[in-house]
C-alpha cells in the first residue's frame, strides 16, 4: 500500500483465477502512489467454500461491496476505482451498473460479456442437466493456460500454481451466463467514467462484442483501447508494461 496514494483501484480477477494473479499490476501501480485490494472471488483462490462453485453472482457483488467499505475506511477521500478481468470484468461492469455511485471509475479489460468458445450441444446439455440434481458438480474449463497469456513464464506459474482452479461447476456456469444476458438489460445504467482495454488477439471473449457494448454506453467519459497481437489476460500477457502504463494515466487523469 501506498503511504499517501493518490488513488486506490479495488481489483477483481477472472474465472480460474485467484487475487495474487494481480501481483506485476500492483506493484507497477503502487510506484505511482496508487494502492491497490484484491478481492478473493467465492469458489477460487483460498476461499473456504467449495472449489469453482459460488450460490450466485450476488455474492460477488456483496463482497466487493463490503471491501469497499474497507478502502473508504483506511483511504479518506481518495479516489476509489473498480478493475476487472474477464469474468471480473463483467462482474465489476454489473457491480457499477446496479450501485452507479459506488466507484469513481470502472476499468474493464477483456470483460467476459460474449463467450468465443464454444461448447457443443451435448456439453451445454450435460452441464443444464446437473442443475437439476447436482449443480455443484464440476466441468473442466474450456480453454488452457496457452490461450490467456504467451508469455512463457507465466504459463508455466499458472500450471504448477495449486490455486488456478482447472474446473468449475455447473452453477457457476449457469450465473456466469445469466450475468452476461444482464449486461443488455443494465447497460443503460452505467455512467461511471469507464476505460475498456481489449486483447487484439482474444481467444477467449469476443473483444468486438465488447467494442459493440462500449459504443452503446451513454457515458459521457469513456475510452477504449485496443493492443494488437496480444492475448485475453492483458495483465500476465507480453506487453502488459504499456497495459499497466495505461491504467495508470487514466487513473492520473481522474485522481482529483
Not at 469497499?68 to 454489473?94: A, P, Q, W
Request: charged share 25%; net charge positive; aromatic share 8%.
Amino acid at each position: 500500500m501506498a503511504a499517501k496514494p493518490e488513488a486506490v483501484l479495488l481489483l477483481v480477477h477472472g474465472l480460474g483465477a485467484h487475487s495474487a494473479r494481480w501481483q506485476d499490476l500492483s506493484d507497477f501501480l503502487l510506484k505511482k502512489s496508487i494502492s491497490s485490494y484484491a478481492i478473493e472471488l467465492e469458489g477460487f483462490g483460498e476461499t473456504k467454500g467449495l472449489e469453482g462453485y459460488v450460490d450466485s453472482f450476488g455474492v460477488y457483488l456483496r463482497d466487493i461491496n463490503l471491501l469497499r467499505e474497507v478502502i473508504t475506511r483506511e483511504n479518506k477521500d481518495r479516489k476509489v476505482m473498480l478493475l476487472g478481468e474477464s469474468m471480473g470484468g463483467l462482474i465489476s461492469f454489473l457491480t457499477v451498473a446496479r450501485r452507479p455511485n459506488l466507484f469513481d471509475g470502472l476499468i474493464c479489460i477483456s470483460p467476459a460479456f460474449v463467450n468465443k468458445l464454444k461448447l457443443s450441444v451435448f456439453e451445454y446439455a450435460k452441464i443444464f442437466s446437473s442443475l437439476l440434481y447436482n449443480p455443484r458438480k464440476k466441468f473442466p474449463l474450456p480453454f488452457t493456460c496457452r490461450m490467456c497469456t504467451q508469455d512463457a513464464v507465466c504459463q508455466k506459474s499458472i500450471e504448477e500454481d495449486p490455486m488456478e482452479h482447472k474446473s468449475v461447476s455447473s452453477k457457476l456456469i449457469y450465473e456466469l451466463m445469466a450475468a452476461q444476458v444482464r449486461v443488455g438489460a443494465l447497460k443503460e445504467k452505467v455512467k461511471t467514467p469507464l476505460l475498456f482495454l481489449l486483447a487484439g488477439d482474444d481467444k477467449l471473449v469476443d473483444s468486438r462484442a465488447s467494442e459493440r457494448i462500449f459504443k452503446s454506453l451513454g457515458v459521457q467519459d469513456k475510452t477504449l483501447i485496443e493492443y494488437p497481437g496480444m492475448y485475453h489476460s492483458l495483465s500476465i500477457d507480453l506487453g502488459r508494461e504499456k497495459v499497466f502504463q495505461d491504467i495508470a494515466n487514466w487513473v492520473a487523469k481522474r485522481k482529483a
